[in-house]
Every structure is written in structure tokens, then in C-alpha cells.
């Protein structure tokens, strides 16, 4: 039986008081499952290796917190394995949820594959309920389609979630719940921005500051756009 009892135990932290109770309790479930039931748990892994559509990063953090709120739906075990193009936990350490301790032995179960998650995501609660191992290997997911899906929204019912902390217009703050519930920057990560936040003159951490993101095109079918048409 595989045990890991060095697993990261999660103190309180201020963080948390944002998170709403439904979601601390399946952090809970998360943290029993790895410790206590490897063996039998069900897992659900958001993958991007080498070869997959994985598209660029903006998508591939909404298809990877969509795929976080089809494990709390299903009951499983969500972890990331994302080495391509760069190991996403150069940038990016586990937050309140372990999701790269096991994410190498889950991979190595040769885990059911699916690859549209937008057709094949209620397959999850009806088909593949007796999958021990599932792995979404594409972003192309659409947000508000998933959550409206049946199968989604009967599921957090019968878990007593409230509806309006999920449906529109509330239901964007599932993304920023998710992404506090994943992530947190590495001290690598951390470490450069300070250095950059230095260099932009913005010594102290109260300054703010605006960034831009412009998007050219010619990948992924997208047609290739002159700077003055972004502006």
C-alpha cells in the first residue's frame, strides 16, 4: 500500500476565510484520500505533456481550474501533470491542495484519456463513475458550458452547495476560489518578480501597477493581427 506520511499538513491561514465551506471540506476529502485510501481513491488528472494541444497559458489555467471543479463534482482526487512546455511547478508551488505529490503515479496507471472534455465531461458521472484513474489532456473546454451542464449542476446540489455561489453572476469567483485553493508562486517565482517589480521602480509592495498583455495571433488557427489593431 503506498503512504506518503510526509505530506504538507495544512495549517489555517487567513487565506482560507475567503473559501467558502464546501470547498474547505473537499480540501479535507483531498487530503484523506492521499493519506488513507491511495489505494482505492479515484483521481482525476489535468495533464499537458509533450505532443498535447495544450494551447497557451490563459487557457490552459481555465481548463485546469474547470477540471478541479469536475473532481470536487465527482468526488475525486485532483492532480496536475503538466512538465510541458515548462514543469508547471517551476512557477507554481501546491497552495491548500497536494496536486503534483502523486500526479507521477497516477500517470504511470495508464489513466483513461479524454481529450474534448466539453462532450465527454458528464461521461464523467455516469460512464466512467467506476474509473479508478481519468485524464483530461486538452483545455479546450468552454467555462459556462461545463457549469451549466445537468449532471454538474445536480451534483452540487446534492452536496447542499448554495446555488448562487457557483451559477452567474457569482459563479466567476469559482476561478479565484480555485486558483487560491492551487497555487502559490515558488520562491523562484517570487524572486524574479521582486526583481522586476525592482527594475520597474516599484520598490514597495503597496505600489500597483498595470500590466498589458498583447496578443499578435498565428497560432492555434488564430489569424495574425498588426500591433495597431490590439491598441
Known amino acids: 500500500m503506498l503512504r ?14 475567503s473559501i467558502p465551506k464546501w470547498l474547505r471540506n ?3 476529502y483531498h487530503a484523506d484520500q492521499l493519506r488513507n485510501h491511495l489505494d482505492t481513491a479515484r483521481f482525476l488528472v489535468y ?13 490552459r489555467l481555465r481548463g485546469i481550474i474547470t477540471c478541479f471543479y469536475l473532481a470536487v463534482a465527482t468526488d475525486r482526487v485532483f492532480l496536475i501533470h503538466n512538465p510541458s512546455p515548462v514543469d508547471l511547478s517551476i512557477m ?16 504511470e496507471k495508464y489513466p483513461l484519456g479524454i ?14 463513475t467506476g474509473q479508478q484513474y481519468v485524464n483530461i489532456r486538452t483545455n479546450m473546454m468552454q467555462w459556462r458550458e461545463i457549469l451549466s451542464h445537468r449532471e454538474f449542476e445536480s ?6 452547495i448554495p446555488f448562487d455561489e457557483w451559477r452567474p453572476p457569482h459563479g466567476e469567483l469559482l476561478f479565484t476560489w480555485g486558483w487560491e485553493m492551487l497555487f502559490k508562486p515558488t520562491f523562484e517565482l517570487e524572486a524574479v518578480i521582486k526583481e522586476k517589480r525592482v527594475r520597474a521602480g516599484l520598490v514597495t509592495s503597496n505600489q500597483s501597477y498595470v500590466a498589458v498583455h498583447i496578443r499578435h495571433g498565428g497560432h492555434w488557427g488564430d489569424p495574425i493581427r498588426k500591433l495597431s489593431d490590439c491598441l
Open 155 to 160: 451534483s452540487l446540489k446534492a452536496k447542499g
Open 115 to 128: 481529450w474534448v472534455v466539453d462532450q465527454m465531461s458528464e461521461r464523467l458521472f455516469s460512464d466512467f
Open 4 to 17: 506518503n506520511q510526509n505530506l504538507p499538513v495544512d495549517a489555517s491561514s487567513d487565506s482560507e476565510s
Open 47 to 59: 495533464s499537458c505533456s509533450e505532443g498535447d494541444s495544450c494551447g497557451g497559458i490563459g487557457d
Open 26 to 28: 473537499y480540501k479535507e
Open 92 to 107: 507554481f508551488d501546491t497552495s491548500m491542495i497536494d496536486w503534483k505529490t502523486y500526479a507521477g503515479h497516477a500517470m
